[in-house]
Nanobody, 126 residues
Framework: QVKLVESGGGSAQAGGSLSLSCAVS????????MGWFRQAPGKEREGVAS????????VYAHSVTGRFTISQDNAKNTLYLLMNSLKPEDTGMYYC???????????????????WGQGTQVTVSS
């Protein structure tokens, strides 16, 4: 079955960096969307970044553009999120997800995603 396992995260000072990884297994489709989402306490889960497998044109939420970078290693079936210039408002639980019905356009819409990881906590202190 499809399985996503996040790793990385942790705590950082404002202005620092953290890196997240998401190992994907059980997917037989060759093209699909992968994304990172986050959820702060008391807030809805929001899209952070998304990319289509094998493509090089990701999309980012306005709040992270220029600071976060999404990438993929197709050989390892792994999705990454490099987070630089972290801010306290970046604090939250970060989830990776895949959208098997994706038609070649990455999306930050939560409801379009079919499978989710268990999440990893990111805490940024000021």
């Amino acid at each position: 079955q499809v399985k996503l396992v996040e790793s990385g995260g942790g705590s950082a000072q404002a202005g620092g960096s953290l890196s997240l990884s998401c190992a994907v297994s059980g997917v037989t489709k060759w093209s699909y969307c992968m994304g990172w989402f986050r959820q702060a306490p008391g807030k809805e889960r929001e899209g952070v970044a998304s990319i289509v497998t094998g493509e090089i044109k990701p999309v980012y939420a306005h709040s992270v553009t220029g600071r976060f970078t999404i990438s993929q290693d197709n050989a390892k079936n792994t999705l990454y999120l490099l987070m630089n210039s972290l801010k306290p408002e970046d604090t939250g639980m970060y989830y990776c997800a895949i959208d098997l019905g994706c038609r070649g356009s990455p999306s930050l819409i939560r409801t379009e995603y079919d499978y989710w990881g268990q999440g990893t906590q990111v805490t940024v202190s000021s």
